[in-house]
T-cell receptor
């Protein structure tokens, strides 16, 4: 069965430090993966998706099929990066149905 | 300029008393989704509509129903809420299927007393 695992509930770093939010998945098909972010008092919103291979707000994520991982990285954390981050897997193929991980709260200390 | 609107933001209902949560969208998207998110857990898909076509997830309890009277509105009905149904309910839309962005509403927090 499909599954998304985010092993860290909380990740606390200092401003300027590198950040890596871990995401591992289990899926028998060809994975389509996303990172969604929820800032304080805001709605859940898309941060990036692996098929776009883009960098958003300095974040990147590379799909590693061998390790079944899609870790989110940023070289230098900013205080405004503090938020809840969810990794999500499209398990519905063409129907765009998402299964989410339990999320990691990133706290960037000044 | 809210795109996905959920009303009310907070809902309190009594055990066993039917309750309806509302979602509307100004994006004219074809697909609407309902997720349930319990405390410290991942959002979990309950069902979705593609236009008027309804698709229920296999493990969604029968207690949960949905209606989509038109493109803009979608409702979540809980026929007999139990204490275990207390959660945040998220509505989302997407323009179409395929791996495109889902746009989320702010959620409705349901309390069952």
């Amino acid at each position: 069965a499909q599954r998304v695992t985010q092993p860290e509930k909380l990740l606390s770093v200092f401003k300027g430090a590198p950040v890596e939010l871990k995401c591992n998945y289990s899926y028998s098909g060809s994975p389509e993966l996303f990172w969604y972010v929820q800032y304080s008092r805001q709605r859940l919103q898309l941060l990036l998706r692996h098929i776009s291979r883009e960098s958003i707000k300095g974040f990147t994520a590379d799909l590693n099929k061998g390790e079944t991982s899609f870790h989110l990285k940023k070289p230098f954390a900013q205080e405004e990066d503090s938020a809840m981050y969810y990794c999500a897997l499209n398990y519905g193929g063409a129907t765009n149905k998402l299964i989410f991980g339990t999320g990691t709260l990133l706290a960037v200390q000044p | 300029d809210a795109m996905v609107i959920q009303n009310p933001r907070y809902q309190v209902t009594q055990f066993g008393k039917p309750v309806t949560l509302s979602c509307s969208q100004t994006l004219n998207h074809n697909v609407m989704y309902w997720y349930q998110q319990k405390s410290s857990q991942a959002p979990k898909l309950l069902f979705h509509y593609y236009d008027k076509d309804f698709n229920n997830e296999a493990d969604t309890p029968d207690n949960f129903q949905s209606r989509r009277p038109n493109t803009s509105f979608c409702f979540l009905d809980i026929r007999s809420p139990g204490l275990g149904d207390a959660a945040m309910y998220l509505c989302a839309t997407s323009r179409d299927f395929l791996p495109v962005e889902q746009y989320f509403g702010p959620g409705t927090r349901l309390t069952v007393t």
